[in-house]
């Protein structure tokens, strides 16, 4: 049986993740945690005080995530537990997903603030550095089975563990699975449109071809029959955008060291202007 560990920051969101959680854990027949962590940071500093305050939000937080608790169906509730930690959320995090040996930490779009801040210094940042498993991010509603993904690969380790957890979780979809191919020197270099033609022909075709052996060799028969493969020229920021506006997912899958290409999504300005309008949940892996 596989474990997911939802993370509820108790913001008016909450129920979404808890939602969310619930719909992966029924299905996958899974089991469920819902924690929250009361950040340590967040007390004062006085010692007899801060034992009141610490207190006080444990007590209030525990009544809350309770009442989210109630919400799950009982046959889930039977095999799914609710906690409130204390200390650094992204360290405490970690910490209970290393112990529960969580398959999954689900957390939701309030927990970035604004989401383009997500690769600096974020709780979620920082969870992907401390973390081992695949992170979910849910920002989507109403909560229904994933039957169409988009899953971005540059051929690196990442993108395939993410593009592999992406099937487990969404085990009855269909997958859009896309390489953006950015040609160096492109801005810099004249081209007759015949030969600029030619060249991006060319190179989509090798890249077609190295996808259809990355599947291959990654991916066991049955799963690839439910994958499609996509090459796009241009900036990769704008080209999966418009994939994105155009195919509208679900869930869009994402590795977070990349190889080529799609790396420099992950960092700097590409992540935060095209993390920042995402219209869709966002599962990443390292």
Known sequence: MKTLLAAIDLEPGSSLVVKRAAELAVRLAAKLHLVHVVDDSLTLYEPMVEISVRHRLTQAAETALD????????????????????????QALAKYSSWSQADLLIVGRHHIEPLRDLFVGTTVERLLRHCDIPLLMVSTDPVEPYLQVMAATDFSRSSHHALQAGLWLAPDATFQLVHVCDPPFMSFVRYEQEDLDQLLAEKKTRLTQEITREMTYFLADDD??????????????HQLTEACELQRPQLLVLG????????RLLVGSVANAFLSTLPCDVLVAR
């Not at 919400?71 to 200390?87: H, N």
């Open 256 to 263: 977070t060291h990349g190889r080529q290409g799609l790396s």
């Open 67 to 90: 009442a989210l608790f109630n919400l799950l169906p009982e046959d889930l509730q039977a095999r799914s537990s609710c906690e409130v930690l204390l200390g650094k959320p992204h």
């Open 224 to 237: 690839q029959s439910r994958i499609q493969s996509q090459v796009l020229t241009g900036n990769a920021q």
